[in-house]
């Protein structure tokens, strides 16, 4: 699975940004798909995941503030960002899990694309 991520940048505190990961390589539709984050000096974490089948998962911090979602047509995965906040800036990662089994398990899955920085300013 080859993953291309796109549609990070600089945003005001308040403000929106939608990401956008294109899968390619394998059945897109049967691929379980996420979204990680990574600001400076803290570890990597869950933003959001889809099965599959569309179920949704979200951090606690992101909550009612982030959704993603997907175009099994466009083998596309989204991340709608709405009420950025400074504590929201970091390089965002999508992620593949083939086996659709890993984000069940608190695990990410086997596949990353380049990660795309979001910075929110104060």
């Known amino acids: 699975v080859q993953l291309q991520a796109s549609g990070g940048g600089l945003v005001q505190d308040g403000g929106s940004l939608i990401l956008s990961c294109a899968a390619s390589g394998s059945i897109f539709s049967g691929v379980a798909m996420g979204w990680y984050r990574q600001a400076p000096g803290k570890q990597r974490e869950l933003v959001a995941t889809t099965t599959s089948g569309g179920t949704t998962n979200y951090a606690d911090s992101v909550k009612g503030r982030f959704t993603i979602s997907r175009d099994n047509a466009k083998n596309t995965v989204y991340l709608q960002m709405n009420g950025l906040r400074p504590e929201d800036t970091a390089v965002y990662y999508c992620?593949?899990?083939?086996?659709?089994?890993?984000?069940?398990?608190?695990?990410?899955?086997?596949?990353w694309g380049q990660g795309t920085l979001v910075t929110v300013s104060s």
């Open positions: 992620n593949a899990d083939p086996s659709g089994t890993y984000y069940f398990q608190g695990k990410w899955g086997d596949y």
